[in-house]
Structure formats: C-alpha cells, structure tokens
C-alpha cells in the first residue's frame, strides 16, 4: 500500500513545497492540487517539475481536479475539455498516470437517469482526449446533495457503464460518509477500478451540517474508517490511499508538521508501517 499526500491537505503551501514536504515524511506518492501547478509552471516548466519529483524520492500520482465535468453550457463544456488537454499533456510530460474529474450540480427535475447518461458520455469523450496521452481518469462523488453523483453506488454503475480501462473512481471517506454510500458498494466493486482512495476523518456533527472544513486527521473523528478497510480487505485492494483534508486550520500549520501528522495518523488507523500487524496493507 503506497501513501501519497494530496495538496489540498497543505492548501497554502506551493507545490514545491509539497513535494519537500511529502518526502521528508516518507510518502511514496503527491497528489497535484491543479491551482498549485499552474501557479509552479508560469515560472517553471513540466521538464523542472519531473527532476523535482526524482530529486525527492517522490511520484506523482493525480492532478486534482477538473470540476463540474458535467451538465454544462457549451462553453464552459468546451472549456472543461480544454483543461482535461492540458492537464493530461502535462500529466503525460511529468510521468502523472490520474487526473481526478469530478461531477457537475443536479439540474433541477433531474433524473438518474439522465445523470447515468449524462455522465456516461462526458467520460466517454474526456477519455477520447487523455487516452492519447497515456493518462487516465478517476471520477470522484461528491456527499454534498446538489451534487450529480452522491453516492459510490451511483458512481461505481456509471464507471462500470463507460466500460473503459481507463475511467475509475475516486472514494473519499467524507463524501462516502456524508453521501449515504452503502458498505456493499464497495463489495460489488472491482478492485481494480479503484483507482484513488482519498482519507480523511470529520467532527461528530450531524451529516447535513458537515462540510470540508470539518475534515480531520484520519482516525480523529467519527467517519467509519474501520469499516470501509475490513471491506476493501474483502475485495483485495491494497493500490494507494492518499490524505486529502480541507481544513483551514491545518493550512495555517507549517506543511511539513501537517505532513508528518497526516502520514502518521493515517498509517495508524489502517495500521500501516509501525503499526502493521499483518494482512495486504
């Protein structure tokens, strides 16, 4: 099991800094917050940002994120498949294999229906342009109840309908909480189509006050980490799981203090490194 850390957790660190700060608490893997790279490559090019990775023992894994890839005007449709060009040159450019893509707002009357085909075609085609460059696509729900795909359920049928080897999902220990994702999603899937498995722990607070800054360090909260690993055991993933947390008080923290803490706290509760007592993790 490789851990990575993902940029949202150090929100107002650069990415260089990222880099040093994952490697110096001994993660395997980045995941690239995409404000950050654009920020780094005004000034730096995709060549420098390989030879930062290898300097620092360090791969990246995703980019995160292309937003509302779904139920969009024309334009900002044509925009969203600009960005998934862009991003896939230079995930292709720096080694990247992941871009996280991430479903749009529930249009009113909406159906699931029409959110199964909807979505079905967006990856379809945003497939048609990262495939060429070697570069896949991992579709992330979201809890929150105007997004599109709320629920691992949901989202595991639309990747299992495009029935590409290059579309998979995202799962993020908030969003399946907070999105009513059934246990037995995760036993229908295949392990193979996870691609991303994105941890983080939340106060105890009723679901439908939940938000992103209510994440925490995983194993400090009341999400059902537990669960969710004894059921990944059962179908034999053991890829990665990367720490994304939006907390802005740990964004006022000294990175390299939020990684170490991350790294720690999450080999903890999956009970990695140190704290491994057997079994695939």
Not at 12 to 25: E, G, M, R, V, Y
Not at 54 to 78: C, K, Q
Not at 236 to 243: A, F, H, P, T
Request: glycine share 6%; aromatic share 8%.
């Amino acid at each position: 099991m490789k851990l990575a850390l993902n940029g949202a957790t150090t929100m107002h660190a650069d990415l260089l800094t990222d880099i040093k700060a994952a490697s110096a608490a001994g993660f395997d893997l980045l995941e690239i917050w995409s404000a950050k790279l654009y920020r780094y490559l005004k000034t730096n090019t995709p060549a420098d940002l390989k030879a930062a990775f290898a300097e620092h023992n360090l791969e990246p894994y995703s980019i995160n994120s292309i937003e509302h890839v779904t139920f969009r005007t024309p334009d900002d449709y044509a925009a969203v498949k600009a960005e998934c060009e862009t991003l896939s040159k230079i995930a292709s450019e720096i080694g990247c294999p992941y871009i996280v893509v991430v479903p749009g707002l529930m249009p009113e009357n909406g159906t699931k229906e029409q959110v199964i085909e909807e979505s079905v075609r967006v990856l379809n085609e945003l497939a048609d342009i990262a495939e060429p460059h070697g570069v896949s696509l991992a579709f992330e729900f979201l809890g929150q109840t105007d997004c599109s795909v709320q629920t691992l359920d949901l989202c595991n049928e639309i990747v299992e309908k495009v029935s590409r080897d290059s579309i998979g999902n995202v799962i993020d220990t908030f969003h399946f909480y907070a999105g009513n994702s059934t246990l037995e999603a995760i036993d229908s899937m295949r392990p193979e189509k996870l691609f991303i498995f994105h941890i983080n722990d939340a106060e105890d607070l009723p679901k439908e006050q939940l938000t992103d800054a209510h994440r925490l360090y995983p194993g400090t909260g009341i999400l059902p980490i537990t669960e969710i690993k004894e059921h990944f055991d059962k179908i034999g993933y053991d890829r990665m799981v990367s720490i994304e947390i939006f907390r802005p008080e740990y964004w006022e923290q000294d990175p390299f203090e939020v990684a170490k803490m991350a790294k720690a706290a999450t080999e903890q509760v999956l009970s990695l490194g140190q704290y491994a007592a057997g079994g695939s993790w």
